[in-house]
């Protein structure tokens, strides 16, 4: 079993910036890739950005790419996401989530374990 617990979400004005962390405990979870999704209210579930177990690859999903970024930290069981020039659409729950890539075309985290989450706000 793999707990983990998000922290650092909060409210912000837009334009501003955020640090998200994720710190994971358990069962050992270094082979895992970690990654961030987030839920806004009445919208589905949606992929923000993820990390390989090793740190060599990160991916993002387009809405974040160049505002956003994932990180690990050196012991592996911790996950950061750093978040700048946040905009009110990026307004959503955060969850941390341990998994495994797929490597299509276009990579995807299928995730194995969630967070509880971390509540974001950005106002305009």
């Known amino acids: 079993q793999v707990q983990l617990v998000e922290s650092g979400g909060g409210l912000v004005h837009a334009g501003g910036s955020l640090r998200l962390s994720c710190a994971a405990s358990g069962r050992t979870f270094s082979n895992y890739d970690m990654g961030w999704f987030r839920q806004a209210p009445g919208k589905e579930r949606q992929f923000v950005a993820a990390i390989t177990w090793g740190g060599g690859s990160t991916y993002y999903a387009d809405s974040v790419k160049g505002r956003f970024t994932i990180s690990r930290g050196n012991a592996k069981n911790t996950v950061y996401l750093q978040m700048n020039s946040l905009q009110p659409e990026d307004t959503a729950l955060y969850y941390c989530?341990?998994?495994?890539?797929?490597?299509?075309?276009?990579?995807?985290?299928?995730?194995?374990?969630w967070g509880q989450g971390t509540q974001v706000t950005v106002s305009s």
């Open positions: 989530t341990a998994g495994t890539t797929l490597w299509g075309r276009v990579p995807s985290l299928a995730p194995g374990y």
